[in-house]
């Protein structure tokens, strides 16, 4: 059993910035792929962002430049800095493994006001 917790969303005027954190525990290995992922109302969930164990990365077109995925693996630790944030990237953030998921978290709200 895995539980992943995120935090560190907000409230943010556009042009801010916000760190989210996601700890890990449980049942998991750090040989994983870790991603952020982001649900707006009435939209999908989408992948933002993802990191090997090794540290490579992959951003969303949408966030790429902005945004700046990072772990630590011996915590099982994930982050998410986002710069210059915009109205549409107000959602609600979850951690999980890439590909498939582990149950998800409960998720960070970003909010973001034009």
């Known amino acids: 059993q895995v539980q992943l917790v995120e935090s560190g969303g907000g409230l943010v005027q556009a042009g801010g910035s916000l760190r989210l954190s996601c700890a890990a525990s449980?049942?998991?290995?750090?040989?994983?792929?870790m991603g952020w992922y982001r649900q707006a109302p009435g939209k999908q969930r989408e992948l933002v962002a993802r990191i090997t164990s090794g540290g490579s990365t992959y951003y969303a077109d949408s966030v790429k430049g902005r945004f700046t995925i990072s772990r630590e693996n011996a915590k099982i630790t994930l982050y998410l800095q986002m710069n210059s944030l915009k109205p549409e990237d107000t959602a609600v953030y979850y951690c999980?493994?890439?590909?498939?998921?582990?149950?998800w978290g409960q998720g960070t709200q970003v909010t973001v006001s034009s």
């Open positions: 999980n493994k890439f590909p498939g998921s582990f149950n």
């Open positions: 449980g049942s998991i290995t750090t040989i994983i792929t």
